[in-house]
């Protein structure tokens, strides 16, 4: 008999399918069904770093001119409660006593800052293992990549001086020296990176002149930038890999698998059909498993690697030469 069990933060995951951090894991209701229907683990939903020092300095108290952004006060008054770290702590608290998966807390985090204590909380409350969502866009042409990328260090810094329980760093493709950086923070004490962080999407409204939010959900096709990464990273950190966007099916993650992801998480293809999609996805993987004669995941793990790879030219190829060239 096939088994789909997989090592991921030093945790073993009965299968490699994650409930990403979504509505989807924001109670302990939502965390228990994840549970019933078979999710591997789960992440739970980010608390925000304001809301988490909001919560510290007492939401009361805070103006909408201290925050200094007026649309991140309302949203904060409106989502964010006066006690939301404790009730987080319960999510964590209740969900370890009543279901038998990973749990993995989250935050969302733009740099370090008081809120890493909250770190301190998740760790005593029982979480498995932390996953930091960093959201940096590098946009700001006065500052270079080594600035940038600064922010992820002294993030990670202090939240491994607060904790030894498991760190993930869910990250954005933007950086000047992808690799190098993800070498280095895998040496800097990160159990594993999440690639890719989807960035909120913007679009255009041409008849008002407006930016408008682009679509929350991801499409298949967007699969395969973290695929490359994954491939080509794959082996030469000190880290694990967790693959996160587009995945839509079981054949999806296969494909990490292949290139040597630890765990697979999704979100956007269970907000599409709903919970009972993630029996369907370990179905595809256990028929591709039988139809290939692997009855266990690390029979394949990573099989598909850049550093396994007999053509190892073709994960970097950027240029479409043959089919410019070709084009009618
Ligand atoms: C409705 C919704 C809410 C999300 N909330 C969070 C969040 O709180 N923290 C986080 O790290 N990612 C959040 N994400 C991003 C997902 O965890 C995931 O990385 C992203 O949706 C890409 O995966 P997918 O293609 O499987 O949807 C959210 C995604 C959706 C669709």
Redesign the pocket.
């Known amino acids: 008999m096939a088994d789909l069990k997989t090592t991921y933060l030093g945790l073993t995951l009965e299968n490699p399918i994650i409930v ?4 989807l894991t924001r109670s302990l209701e939502r965390v228990q069904e994840c549970a019933e229907a078979g999710a591997g683990a789960v992440v739970l ?2 608390l925000f770093e304001e809301q988490i020092e909001m919560d510290f300095a007492g939401l009361a108290e805070r103006s909408e001119a201290s925050l200094g952004h007026a649309e991140a006060y309302d949203y904060l008054r409106s989502y964010g409660r006066e006690n939301a770290v404790d009730d987080y702590l319960d999510v964590i608290r209740e969900a370890k006593k009543s279901v038998g998966i990973p749990v993995i807390a ?1 935050v ?1 985090c733009a740099d370090a800052g008081s809120w890493t204590e909250f770190a301190e909380r998740v760790e005593k409350a029982g979480a498995d293992a932390l996953e930091l ?1 960093v959201f940096v866009l590098p946009c700001d042409p006065h500052r270079d990549g080594g600035e940038y990328e600064e922010i992820y260090f002294r993030i990670v810094r202090d939240v491994r001086a607060r904790v030894s329980l498991p760190l993930a760093l ?1 990250v954005g493709p933007y950086f000047s020296g992808l690799a190098s950086t993800f070498l280095k923070l895998s040496h800097a004490g990160v159990d594993a990176l999440v690639l890719f ?2 960035f909120h999407r913007m679009d255009l409204d041409i008849e008002n002149f407006r930016v408008v939010p682009g679509g ?3 499409h298949p096709e ?1 699969m395969q930038v973290p695929l490359r990464w994954i491939s080509i990273l794959s082996g030469l950190l000190d880290c694990d890999l967790a693959a ?4 839509h099916d079981g054949a999806g993650v296969v494909k990490h698998l292949l290139a040597g992801a630890a765990a697979v ?5 269970l ?1 599409r059909h709903d919970l009972s999609h993630l029996g369907r996805m370990r179905e595809e993987i256990l028929a591709w498993m039988g139809r290939h004669g692997f009855t266990s995941v690390s029979d394949f793990k990573g099989k598909m690697s850049q550093e396994e790879s007999e053509n190892p030219a073709a994960y970097e190829r950027v240029q479409f030469m043959k089919f410019s060239m070709n084009a009618p």
Do not use: L
């Not at 990403?20 to 509505?23: E, P, Q, T, V």
């Not at 996160?244 to 995945?247: D, I, L, R, S, Y």
């Not at 998480?265 to 293809?269: A, R």
């Open positions: 990403g951090s979504s509505g939903k980010s989250s969302h969502n869910k962080n989807r929350a959900f991801s967007e996160t966007t587009g995945v998480q999704v979100c956007s293809t907000y």
